[in-house]
């Protein structure tokens, strides 16, 4: 529709006689006031949707998880290892979503303040990937004795939480809340998260299969890639709280002068 009344104004203009004078470029103006309509959104939603997959697949580690999964299955069939997943994803994604919403809750009731708990947060984050850097993951250590104690629900507790829903997908979630200012962004949340762990579901699925591609050597490379990326997120997070703080401290130190 633009281009046409566009093209209408120049023919009109430039092929009456005599012509008249154009004070403007028509078509850099009609262009410039189409390109300028997303990309506000678009600068906004589409590094926000990078960081929650990237953030929460590390902090959920389905690739981490598969070697300690087939520990404390071992001896099940490939049936109840089915069972055992479904419920295991089912309550992380319930019991994060709770943090999800809850959190602002959470915050008034204990009288905790956002950029506290993202220090804290980038604090959790950064060890978790500290030790998947060291391609050791360890955020839940099994004796033998303790895989009997946990044999019938295991889906639950360890596997559930804190494995895939352990305290740095929760502090994750939390910070991600805050920061998404629009309804678009905590739709982007939400739905990454829901297909972070419908992720995490096919992939323990199919845990035996992977584990024989990919082998010892490839699921340590992939570990200490992950790690990475989750440290560089966590000292953004840590960053992100510590920076209003110092603000604060600095405004309140140069009133006093």
């Known amino acids: 529709m633009d281009i046409h009344i566009t093209l209408f104004f120049l023919h009109s203009t430039l092929f009456r006689n005599p012509p008249l ?25 589409l590094p926000f949707l990078l960081l929650c997959l990237t953030s929460f697949f590390t902090l959920t580690n389905p690739l981490g998880t598969m070697p300690v999964f087939l520990t404390m299955t071992q001896g099940m069939t490939e049936r109840e290892r089915q069972t055992v997943v479904t419920r295991a994803t089912v309550t992380a994604f319930i019991i994060i979503m709770v943090f999800t919403f809850a959190g602002q809750f959470l915050f008034k009731f204990f009288g905790i303040s956002t950029n506290g708990f993202r220090i804290a947060g980038g604090f959790i984050i950064f060890k978790i990937g500290f030790d998947m850097l060291q391609a050791r993951y360890t955020p ?62 096919f992939i323990l699925r199919a845990s035996t299969r992977l584990v024989n591609i990919l082998g010892e050597t490839g699921n340590n490379v992939m570990m200490r890639l992950m790690g990475l990326i989750l440290m560089v997120i966590a000292v953004e997070c840590f960053v992100s709280g510590v920076k209003p703080i110092l603000v604060d401290v600095m405004k309140t130190g140069m009133g006093t002068l």
């Open 140 to 201: 839940m250590k099994l004796k033998d004795e303790e895989i009997k104690t946990y044999a019938n629900d295991i889906s639950i507790t360890p596997l559930g939480i804190p494995m895939l829903c352990g305290p740095g997908a929760i502090a994750n979630a939390i910070v991600l809340m805050q920061d998404a200012h629009t309804f678009e962004m905590k739709s982007v949340l939400i739905g990454s998260i829901a297909f972070i762990y419908l992720l995490t579901y």
């Open 21 to 45: 004078p154009l004070p403007f470029s028509p078509l850099s103006c009609t262009f410039a006031t189409n390109n300028n309509k997303y990309p506000n959104a678009m600068d906004t939603i």
